[in-house]
């Protein structure tokens, strides 16, 4: 092999080994440049996820149920925890403003009764769970109540007679008169004369009863 020749293959070769490293080198920066991108998109996908994320459920539970037995053109004042109140002025669903965290408590209670209702509260504590899922378990039954209340007549003047409804004792005299509070529908009452006016006596006429959404009849005590 003459020297011309075998320079000419070595200059080959050398091209050749040249040639090799630039496509290393090209495939080596394509590598990392994919490896960037790859980290870049997963930064991004982690930034959106992490943003979503602070959109969508961490708002808290919300705390509601259903009310039945309201009458009409009247509302009650519920209240959860002693401060969120919520007026509720018909018989449905209904469903506090203010949402709670996961392991907050609740405790919805009546602050203010239907006027001529009573108001009871069922499944109305409790504590919102890990996941802050709503709750919408509470029950409110509201009931119509009436006042134990009649008229008396035949008293001497300036004299009383002492009546009972099995709790309270009412001195009353001549004219109307009214127990304290109210009946539910369905409760039972007797109004009886506890202690007779001196030298009288008195009767009571439509004294016992249950209560009924009619209400009751006139309470008449009669003295002579």
Not at 25 to 52: C, D
Not at 97 to 122: D, K, M, R
Request: glycine fraction near 14%.
């Amino acid at each position: 092999m003459s020297r011309a020749l075998g320079a000419a293959l070595m200059k080959l070769v050398v091209r050749a080994r040249a040639a090799r490293g630039r496509r290393a080198n090209a495939k080596k920066g394509m590598g990392e440049k994919m490896t960037r991108n790859t980290a870049i998109g997963a930064s991004m996908f982690a930034a959106i996820a992490f943003a979503l994320g602070g959109c969508g459920g961490g708002s808290g539970a919300a705390i509601g149920g259903s009310i039945s037995g309201l009458n009409a053109n009247t509302s009650v004042i519920l209240q959860d925890d002693g401060s969120d109140s919520l007026t509720v002025a018909s018989n449905g669903s209904f469903e506090f403003t203010t949402s709670l965290a996961a392991g907050s408590s609740y405790n919805v209670t009546v602050q203010s009764e239907p006027t001529a209702e009573v108001c009871l509260v069922q499944r109305g504590s409790g504590v919102v769970d890990a996941n802050a899922d709503a709750v919408g378990t509470v029950s409110v039954i509201c009931a119509t109540t009436v006042s134990l209340a009649g008229t008396i007549s035949g008293l001497a003047s300036g004299m009383s007679v002492l009546l009972s409804d099995g709790q309270v004792f009412l001195p009353a005299s001549n004219g109307a008169f009214s127990f304290p509070g109210t009946l539910p529908i369905g409760t039972s009452y007797s109004v009886t004369v506890a202690t007779q006016p001196p030298g009288q006596t008195c009767t009571v006429a439509n004294g016992s009863g249950t209560v009924t959404a009619a209400g009751i009849p006139a309470i008449v005590v009669s003295c002579s």
